[in-house]
């Protein structure tokens, strides 16, 4: 049974918990804070690239380390929303990202070092992490509680998906704002505008929370299960961990082959744990519901295929390209601003439609736009012409967020909402962390490889970068840190040799060859990463697929029948 703190103000038709239209109004607003502060980093890489000068390795960590604690924690704060109130954990989650972007703010400038500098952004990436993680599988299962036909259930999780798209779109254009605001940091430290925006919008969303969100919990049969909290919590943080941090230090190097090897006992043991307690975290038999196990591996795959281009066009746009935060912010209108548009129609098409049916579709139109952005080259500079696959990718991604929580937690009885949601969202954001990971991986290699391959073919730039290595040395003293910084950003790996220019204007109007890699390191990066928008296409693609295995029902039958009390068995 679904418990309440108002009984008089938000019980329905037969006493049930019904959702209000304040707490879909505080779901939603903390839904697209959490996606905004998720989304914003994707932005703003040249610009950290530039003020920052941190590796490739640290660049990828500053994205990931905010979708390591969401992955980890979510099933745990699914439990603790079930038992101690979800009202606590959306009002908590707001306040951690103002923690979180207040850390950020706080970045001090170029009189620390680089290391110390990136650290403290990854922190603040780290507590607003913990805070999404907060807030994602507790708005779907208060939106889950409170809906108790396939009508207001499909609305619901419609509404809820549709607020996921837009803080992915907002966020960006938060970001592209920022960036045009001069005052307050000086050369390119305005990223920060960005987590003061962030900032804003959690004390403003933690607000409403507290003032119009209703309080539901569902403790029957839930526990805190601290054994399996901690094993899933450090199992999946030592896996992300080796997958993310395996390209800097080597896939065979002690400590991610120990990480890699402490992910696969902790999950071992999870599991063990959970066959043997009365009360688990997640409930093991749930995975013998075939809609929600096979959803669950498609969860995982397609939301990787979907970031994997995401990320891959961030990293187009805004380093390769060198497009400003504010005209890259197009195509976060394409991926994220479609669900706003589009949210009658998924609505409807969820309501009328077999959810597994729509997922299907929403996956093969990620996996069609990520084969599409592949053949389109990085020469061509054009915002018009990645406009086809940034629609398909737009449209696919709001029917796939909608019908993969539809999916989850219609399979389930409602007094598991919030494990279901919890599951759920941890496979998701699962994928989502893996995505970027994995795909910066694949790509930066790739480029270093090319890099290297150029150098050690042709003496001319191998000559040309030796010399340009060696600048700093004999450089006026006023010039020297400026040559320094440049050097090291070029060594920093393929993304630092791109941002550097490859030459520059001196004070009486010559141009002068600067750095002898920028035109080499264009090329490998414009490679690499179309090969990462192939393999997340056929991410996506082998998710859809799988979808057609996924349970039962032709595509005109719904998981739910219309009876009112069909979901809260």
């Known amino acids: 049974m679904v418990q309440i703190d108002s009984p008089k103000a938000v019980e329905g038709e037969g006493g049930r918990y019904t959702l209000t239209s304040g707490t879909l109004a505080a779901v939603v607003l903390a839904v697209c804070l959490a996606q905004m502060a998720l989304a914003i980093p994707s932005l703003i890489t040249g610009l950290l690239q530039q003020d920052l000068a941190p590796s490739s390795a640290q660049l990828t960590w500053v994205a990931d380390a905010f979708f390591l604690p969401v992955a980890a924690l979510e099933l745990g704060f699914g439990v603790f929303g079930d038992l101690f109130g979800r009202k606590r954990l959306l009002v908590g989650g707001a306040a951690l990202i103002v923690v979180g972007s207040t850390v950020a703010v706080l970045v001090p400038g170029s009189g620390y070092s680089s290391d110390t500098r990136v650290s403290l952004l990854i922190l603040a990436q780290l507590l607003s992490g913990i805070g999404a993680a907060a807030i994602f599988p507790t708005s779907l299962a208060m939106v889950a509680a409170g809906t108790h036909t396939t009508a207001t259930r499909a609305r619901g999780v419609a509404i809820w998906a549709a607020a996921l798209s837009i803080g992915g779109f907002l966020g960006p254009l938060l970001a592209g704002l920022s960036t045009k605001i001069h005052s307050g940091w000086a050369g390119n430290g305005n990223w920060r505008w960005a987590y003061v925006g962030v900032l804003v919008i959690a004390a403003v969303s933690a607000l ?47 400590q991610i082959v120990i990480a890699f090897l402490a992910a696969a006992v902790l999950l071992g043991l999870f599991v063990f744990v959970e066959n043997r307690t009365d009360a688990p975290l997640l409930l093991l038999s749930v995975f013998k519901n075939r809609a929600f196990a096979v959803n669950s591996l498609v969860t995982v795959i397609g939301m990787f295929g979907f970031l994997a281009i995401l990320y891959s066009t961030s990293i187009r746009l805004t380093i390769v390209q060198g497009f400003s935060p504010l005209r890259a912010t197009v195509a976060y209108l394409f991926f994220g601003g479609v669900g706003l548009v589009q949210l009658p129609l998924t ?18 139109l990620i996996g069609a736009s990520g084969l599409w952005f592949a053949g389109i080259p990085t020469s061509n500079r054009a915002l018009s012409s990645i406009f086809g ?47 970027p990971a994995i795909m910066s991986a694949v790509a930066l290699s790739q480029a270093a490889k090319e890099i290297s391959r150029n150098l050690a073919d042709n003496p001319t730039l191998s000559k040309a970068y030796a010399a340009f290595q060696a600048a700093p040395a004999h450089a006026p003293a006023d010039q020297k840190p400026q040559l320094e910084a440049a050097v090291h950003a070029v060594g920093s790996g393929p993304l630092g040799a791109n941002s550097v220019p490859g030459s520059i204007t001196s004070p009486d109007g010559h141009v002068i060859p600067f750095n002898p890699l920028k035109d080499v390191a264009f090329h490998a990066l414009s490679s690499s990463y179309s090969l990462a928008f192939v393999l997340g296409g056929a991410a996506a693609l082998v998710a859809a697929a799988l979808t057609l295995v996924g349970g039962p029902g032709g595509v005109g039958q719904a998981h739910l029948d219309d009876d009112p009390h069909t979901l809260d068995g």
């Open 389 to 435: 696959p940034l629609i398909l990718a737009g449209v696919g991604s709001a029917l796939a967020f909608a019908a993969i929580s539809a999916v989850a937690v219609n399979t389930l009885p409602n007094h598991l909402a919030g494990m279901a949601s919890g599951a759920t969202s941890t496979f998701r954001d699962l994928g989502f962390a893996l995505g």
């Open 208 to 254: 409403v929370s507290l003032a119009f969100a209703r309080n539901s919990s569902a403790p029957e049969g839930r526990s805190l299960d601290w054994p399996g909290q901690i094993t899933s919590a450090l199992g999946l943080f030592a896996l992300l961990y080796a997958v993310i941090q395996g390209s800097e230090s080597g896939w065979g190097s002690p």
């Open 347 to 364: 609505s409807k098409l969820l309501e009328r439609y077999n959810p597994r049916w729509v997922l299907f579709s929403g996956l093969t």
